[in-house]
């Protein structure tokens, strides 16, 4: 889906979120329809992770999958860490090309270049950290497999991750419910290339520029409201927390920034939502857009001048995005999207559980 940027504010969202709405209009009340988005998206990923599994040996999958009530699937997080799982290294060639497959299915084509592009970052810092830091290894990216992928049961949830350092995918699939993608994580280090064959290079670049535009296309009562600290936090303040939280002050709110404003606003809510395929951006555009966009804010901590630390926030009532770069000289970026509600399909879930229970209730 490419992006409009000349549509007002509420139009832009809504144009996108459609993509979801016009093929679930003849879905049932418990979930999508076998024909809809949703559950074409589904199949894939379904397929993709049964691609992956069935070129496995015995021992890789006892590493790459897990119980989907294990809490490893909530053990999340974007560092240099030990993790659970089947790295990318411990791979045949075929298996590592269907793993990138399985990769591929749950986002869209920039989201996927982007995460593609963070692995491959891992040669840059190992050649300027010459074994000083952590093991930098574009390999070692962890795949896990949680539940069965497309359960004969078409309730049945299951879900997947792809995780390293600087980037962390989890997907959850309620059968024919839904799909959540969330939290989703992306980084860089460095944020910006300084030498080298690949010099200039800024994977997250877009984010930073348009948020930049934004805050210093304010007024000067705007930026009362919309710069709430002169220094940056060190770090995105939701960390690697299992449920993400509202957080205060909200910034300024859509109602107060002008036509160009708002479309810039509107411009990087739908970049961050675009990582993902465009089936499951266009239904976190479509909460955002039920849930009120009148309600979403805008907030600026730190330098506006490249190259000085700086951070910003854009939170509704259903979603977080935060960027932060701070570390190494400005030129470290974190960057994620969270759902309050739909994280790990927290809300998937809930209506499944109940659904089921309510089926079991009536089979009495």
Same mark, same amino acid.
């Given at each position: 889906?490419?992006?409009?940027?000349?549509?007002?504010?509420?139009?832009?969202?809504?144009?996108?979120?459609?993509?979801?709405?016009?093929?679930?209009?003849?879905?049932?009340?418990?979930?999508?329809?076998?024909?809809?988005?949703?559950?074409?998206?589904?199949?894939?990923?379904?397929?993709?992770?049964?691609?992956?599994?069935?070129?496995?040996?015995?021992?890789?999958?006892?590493?790459?999958?897990?119980?989907?009530?294990?809490?490893?699937?909530?053990?999340?997080?974007?560092?240099?860490?030990?993790?659970?799982?089947?790295?990318?290294?411990?791979?045949?060639?075929?298996?590592?090309?269907?793993?990138?497959?399985?990769?591929?299915?749950? %986002?869209?084509?920039?989201?996927?270049?982007?995460?593609?592009?963070?692995?491959?970052?891992?040669?840059?810092?190992?050649?300027?950290?010459?074994?000083?830091?952590?093991?930098?290894?574009?390999?070692?990216?962890?795949?896990?497999?949680?539940?069965?992928?497309?359960?004969?049961?078409?309730?049945?949830?299951?879900?997947?991750?792809?995780?390293?350092?600087?980037?962390?995918?989890?997907?959850?699939?309620?059968?024919?419910?839904?799909?959540?993608?969330?939290?989703?994580?992306?980084?860089?280090?460095?944020?910006?290339?300084?030498?080298?064959?690949?010099?200039?290079?800024?994977?997250?670049?877009?984010?930073?520029?348009?948020?930049?535009?934004?805050?210093?296309?304010?007024?000067?009562?705007?930026?009362?409201?919309?710069?709430?600290?002169?220094?940056?936090?060190?770090?995105?303040?939701?960390?690697?927390?299992?449920?993400?939280?509202?957080?205060?002050?909200?910034?300024?709110?859509?109602?107060?920034?002008?036509?160009?404003?708002?479309?810039?606003?509107?411009?990087?809510?739908? %970049?961050?939502?675009?990582?993902?395929?465009?089936?499951?951006?266009?239904?976190? %555009?479509?909460?955002?857009?039920?849930?009120?966009? *009148?309600?979403?804010?805008?907030?600026?901590?730190?330098?506006?001048?490249?190259?000085?630390?700086?951070?910003?926030?854009?939170?509704?009532?259903?979603?977080?995005?935060?960027?932060?770069?701070?570390?190494?000289?400005?030129?470290?970026?974190?960057?994620?999207w969270r759902d309050f509600e739909g994280d790990f399909g927290d809300d998937l879930l809930k209506q499944h559980y109940e659904s089921a229970s309510? *089926?079991?209730?009536?089979?009495?």
């Amino acid at each position: 889906m490419s992006r409009p940027r000349s549509f007002p504010f509420v139009l832009a969202i809504a144009a996108l979120s459609s993509y979801a709405t016009r093929s679930s209009a003849h879905d049932g009340p418990f979930g999508h329809s076998h024909g809809s988005p949703i559950a074409k998206a589904a199949r894939e990923m379904a397929g993709a992770a049964n691609n992956l599994w069935a070129s496995l040996t015995p021992e890789q999958r006892l590493k790459v999958g897990f119980e989907f009530t294990d809490p490893l699937r909530y053990d999340w997080h974007f560092i240099p860490r030990p993790r659970k799982g089947l790295p990318l290294k411990e791979m045949s060639g075929e298996q590592k090309a269907l793993a990138h497959a399985l990769l591929a299915s749950g %986002l869209g084509q920039n989201g996927y270049i982007k995460a593609e592009t963070i692995i491959s970052l891992e040669q840059i810092l190992a050649s300027i950290e010459k074994g000083k830091g952590p093991v930098r290894d574009t390999e070692l990216y962890f795949f896990n497999i949680f539940g069965k992928p497309g359960s004969t049961d078409p309730k049945q949830p299951w879900g997947w991750r792809v995780e390293g350092h600087h980037l962390a995918l989890n997907f959850t699939i309620v059968g024919d419910q839904g799909i959540a993608g969330g939290p989703t994580f992306l980084g860089t280090n460095p944020a910006e290339v300084k030498d080298g064959p690949r010099k200039g290079l800024r994977i997250l670049g877009e984010e930073e520029d348009l948020a930049r535009k934004l805050v210093k296309s304010l007024g000067d009562d705007q930026r009362k409201k919309g710069i709430v600290q002169e220094e940056a936090p060190k770090d995105i303040l939701s960390l690697a927390l299992r449920k993400a939280k509202p957080l205060e002050p909200a910034g300024i709110l859509v109602p107060e920034l002008n036509a160009e404003q708002k479309e810039l606003l509107n411009t990087i809510i739908v %970049l961050y939502a675009e990582r993902l395929r465009p089936e499951l951006a266009a239904d976190d %555009l479509g909460k955002i857009l039920k849930a009120g966009v *009148d309600k979403i804010g805008f907030a600026w901590a730190g330098g506006l001048e490249p190259g000085q630390p700086h951070y910003y926030r854009i939170q509704g009532p259903t979603f977080l995005i935060e960027y932060d770069n701070t570390q190494n000289n400005a030129n470290h970026v974190h960057s994620v999207w969270r759902d309050f509600e739909g994280d790990f399909g927290d809300d998937l879930l809930k209506q499944h559980y109940e659904s089921a229970s309510s *089926d079991h209730g009536h089979s009495k």
